[in-house]
């Protein structure tokens, strides 16, 4: 069965909005964005995981973190 897959519409207010983003500002959302993203795979983390300690947590933190680097630089082109 083919699925065709279909996206919302650009929201150009959103966009004018980050195009006015000073260079810090871009870095602070992207520093945000971070945060919430590492934030969500730790709370995975710790429900598939009770029993390990926070810091046992946070290894295997780096290591999700460094399995999903090497799973995209398998896939960046080669010029």
Known sequence: M?????FEPVDM???RMLARLTP??????ML???E???GLLRGQLRH??????TAEINLK????LERADQTRSRFEPVF
């Open 61 to 64: 933190l780096l290591e999700e």
């Open 24 to 29: 810090g500002g871009r870095i602070r959302l």
């Open 36 to 38: 919430l993203a590492v």
């Open 2 to 6: 083919s699925e065709t897959l279909q």
């Open 13 to 15: 207010e959103r966009v």
């Open 32 to 34: 945000n964005a971070r």
């Open 48 to 53: 598939r995981y009770p029993h390990l300690s």
